[in-house]
């Protein structure tokens, strides 16, 4: 049995019990199926909604929340002897985070954040890839999406300065 297969059987609902495996796998989102880390960027901009808009607290939980992810991620990891298991997606949480604090919190705006954190983060251009291949376990699956986070809101922030200050 491969590793990829035995992630799939051992890691599943009844594992969200471990208060670890319950933050990796972003409270359940990363067991849905069909596109995991999609649904975890889709609670992750749920989420992001109910942080205050000043930037310290953006930047404070974007803090807290990679320490944390990194932690649970690290646990998840060795726990099922994976890299970057798929279900994992405490880190599209960050990414998406990342990402909309570069923008307004319009509704246009927040779409777009999320789909350019989805595009940078599964095509995985320089660096994002560069850094998923360099570094492994919890801190290896969380700074590629915080990569992939910084792109999308510099290119999201590049769009909104261009051409979108007033669209809403």
């Known amino acids: 049995m491969s590793r ?8 599943n609902w009844r594992a969200l019990k471990h208060p670890t495996t319950f933050i990796a796998c972003g409270f359940g989102t990363g067991l849905l199926p069909k596109a995991p880390g999609t649904w975890g960027s889709a609670l992750g901009l749920a989420l992001w909604l109910l942080i205050p808009p000043q930037p310290m607290w953006q930047i404070g939980v974007c803090v807290i929340g990679f320490l944390v ?12 002897g994976q890299n970057d298991p798929s279900e994992v997606v405490v880190d599209e949480f960050i ?3 990342i990402a909309l604090a570069a923008l307004p919190r319009q509704a246009f705006w927040l779409f777009v954040g999320f789909v350019l954190f989805r595009i940078f983060d599964v095509l995985k251009p320089f660096p ?3 850094l998923e291949r360099r570094f492994k376990g919890g801190f290896g699956v969380m700074i590629d999406d915080v990569a992939a986070g910084a792109m999308a809101g ?4 590049g769009a909104w300065l261009l051409v979108g200050q007033g669209a809403s």
């Open 4 to 11: 990829g297969f035995a992630i799939s059987v051992d890691l």
């Open 69 to 80: 992810g990194w932690l649970a991620s690290a646990q998840v990891c060795r726990r099922y």
């Open 95 to 97: 990414g998406v985070w």
């Open 128 to 130: 994002v890839g560069a």
């Open 154 to 157: 510099l290119v999201g922030y």
